[in-house]
């Protein structure tokens, strides 16, 4: 089955700064990467998804690249702002008719003034 | 208010009694899963639902039940027979079919089992 591996597990940066955070998978048939936020006591939430069709989707503040190749995919968030402190998971799965996410093991982001 | 509701909140139950977690969604959804998430550990799935009266079990699925007699509902049941309950549950839902990938989650349920 799919395996997928998230670093760094806690990253500190100044707002204003990027952050970077790199997800690996293992199944070379993934098609689907999405990555979610939560904030404490809540679900997740999307921010943005990527597919393996592109390399690289941006949302404003929000860039996520993939390379296929390299089955890594990364996170980045650009001006970083104190409400972007929470948790981040990157997620792989491959197109079915159900997405059946396999998650990796979160990465807490802390925005400091 | 279209979305997926979780109740309740928090559940606290003795070691060996059953427990069940509601899960609601009027997204029109034909998926429903649900996660089980611990410090450390991410998210990981316990069984899924890709329509009415059929479900498969995710990578955890041992101690746990679950039913899906309605679209709309994707109750999961916690029995005496999962030997770690204690955790935070979270349910989420999604289209079915072509280019249909993101799941919705719910507020979660935060379950303590003394």
């Known amino acids: 089955g799919e395996n997928v591996e998230q670093h760094p597990s806690t990253l500190s940066v100044q707002e204003g700064d990027s952050a970077v955070i790199k997800c690996t998978y293992s199944d070379s048939a993934s098609n689907y990467f999405p990555w979610y936020k939560q904030e404490l006591g809540k679900g997740p939430q999307l921010i943005i998804d990527i597919r393996s069709n592109v390399g690289e989707k941006k949302d404003q503040r929000i860039a996520v690249t993939l390379n296929k190749t390299a089955k890594h995919f990364s996170l980045h968030i650009t001006e970083t702002q104190p409400e972007d402190s929470a948790v981040y998971f990157c997620a792989a799965s491959e197109h079915g008719t159900a997405s059946k996410l396999t998650f990796g093991t979160g990465t807490r982001l802390q925005v400091t003034l | 208010d279209g979305g997926i509701t979780q109740s309740p909140k928090y559940l606290f139950r003795k070691e060996g009694q059953n427990v069940t977690l509601s899960c609601e969604q009027n997204l029109n959804h034909d998926a429903m899963y649900w996660y089980r998430q611990d410090p450390g550990q991410g998210l990981r799935l316990i069984y899924y639902?890709?329509?009415?009266?059929?479900?498969q079990k995710g990578d955890i699925a041992e101690g746990y039940s679950v039913s899906r007699e309605k679209k709309e509902s994707f109750p999961l049941t916690v029995t005496s027979a999962q030997k770690n309950p204690t955790a935070f549950y979270l349910c989420?839902?999604?289209?079915?079919?072509?280019?249909?990938?993101?799941?919705?989650f719910g507020p979660g349920t935060r379950l303590t089992v003394t």
């Open positions: 639902s890709q329509i009415v009266n059929d479900f």
């Open positions: 989420a839902s999604s289209m079915v079919g072509q280019g249909a990938y993101e799941q919705y």
